[in-house]
């Protein structure tokens, strides 16, 4: 599996763990040369919002701190 495609599901997990709802990944990397993947999720209100992407945000940088 891909190095990006490891980072969505990073990312993916640690939305969950945070109970982030219709979460989604979109295979972008046809028609962008910027990503390869957009993750989506909804959350219940701002402060969930925050800790939702405090934890993929965190997740994805010890990710790329041990490659």
Known sequence: ??????MAK?????LDEKKGKDIKVIDIHEVSVIADYFVI?????????QAMM??????????????
């Open 1 to 6: 599996m891909n190095r990006e495609l490891e």
């Open 10 to 14: 990073l990312a993916c997990r640690a």
């Open 41 to 49: 999720a909804s959350a219940a209100n701002t402060n969930q919002l």
């Open 54 to 67: 405090d934890a993929a945000e965190e997740e994805l940088y010890k990710a790329d701190r041990k490659s």
